[in-house]
């Protein structure tokens, strides 16, 4: 079964930086969207930042300007780079790949769901305390 491996993690205090990897087990991730996901305690997954294939991004808007997601495919590594760091930003994230054309432009779009994605990682937590 193909996955996604996400890491990066970890305890931050407010106005800190992460820099989550998400890297797949078993193929390539060139040709897929993909999708960063975070779910606090209690609260529904919701979509964080995508990027296609083609490199067009996507951005939350409790996001937007504080996160930049980039992808290598040399490495075959999509980042998620975090900055200024908030305590609603305490989560489990998530990467997951799409592969359908569908899901690319939806990616772009802002309008992809969980539900969309075909592959996911285990999560990796971020905890944002003083």
């Known amino acids: 079964q193909l996955q996604l491996v996400e890491s990066g993690g970890g305890l931050v205090q407010p106005g800190g930086s992460l820099r989550l990897s998400c890297a797949p087990s078993?193929?390539?991730?060139?040709?897929?969207?993909i999708g960063w996901f975070r779910q606090a305690p209690g609260k529904a997954r919701e979509g964080v930042s995508c990027?296609?294939?083609?490199?067009?991004?996507n951005y939350a808007d409790s996001v937007k300007g504080r996160f930049t997601i980039s992808r290598d495919n040399a490495k075959n590594t999509v980042y998620l780079q975090m900055n200024n760091l908030k305590p609603e930003d305490t989560a489990t994230y998530y990467c997951?790949?799409?592969?359908?054309?569908?899901?690319?432009?939806?990616?772009?779009?802002?309008?992809?769901?969980?539900?969309?994605?075909?592959?996911w990682g285990k999560g990796t937590t971020v905890t944002v305390s003083s």
């Open positions: 997951a790949a799409g592969g359908t054309a569908t899901v690319q432009a939806m990616c772009a779009m802002g309008s992809y769901r969980p539900f969309n994605m075909d592959h």
């Open positions: 990027v296609n294939s083609g490199g067009g991004t």
């Open positions: 078993g193929f390539s991730l060139g040709s897929y969207a």
